[in-house]
């Protein structure tokens, strides 16, 4: 029996399973793009079974062309957002500190006799707050 021949059955490698799980996962990391973590742990999950679902093979079905896509821009989204929030964070706050300090000035305001007193109150005890 030889390998190239036509009455023999060919296995196919490919993995549709993974295919699809790719596409799942792309939609998944783009629809959480804001979310900066599960947009870059979905996309690269998406690209790896992307990959993965050639199971050796040099081309790609559709949805896994379409989900590794996906999967590159959710990753692409998730940095930029990153990108972002670090950029408001310096420009608007001048840095950790001064996003932590207006942190502490809204709780000041929030529940302004919390620091009056030397007892210090809880602001969900309701008894002592009045």
């Not at 989204?77 to 706050?93: E, K, N, P, S």
């Amino acid at each position: 029996m030889e390998y190239n021949d036509p009455n023999t059955s060919y296995i196919d490698k490919r993995s549709p399973s993974m295919a699809i799980a790719s596409l799942i996962l792309g939609i998944a990391g783009l629809a959480m793009s804001c979310c900066i973590y599960p947009a870059i742990i979905f996309g690269s999950l998406a690209i790896i079974l992307a990959l993965l679902s050639r199971g050796g093979e040099m081309t790609t079905s559709g949805y896994s062309k379409i989900g590794l896509i996906l999967g590159i821009i959710s990753i692409v989204c998730g940095i930029l957002f990153l990108i972002y929030g670090l950029f408001i964070l310096f420009v608007q706050f001048g840095g950790l500190e001064g996003y932590m300090q207006y942190i502490e000035d809204l709780m000041e305001d929030m529940y302004p006799n919390l620091y009056d007193t030397n007892e210090w109150h809880s602001p969900y005890d309701f008894y002592n707050s009045f």
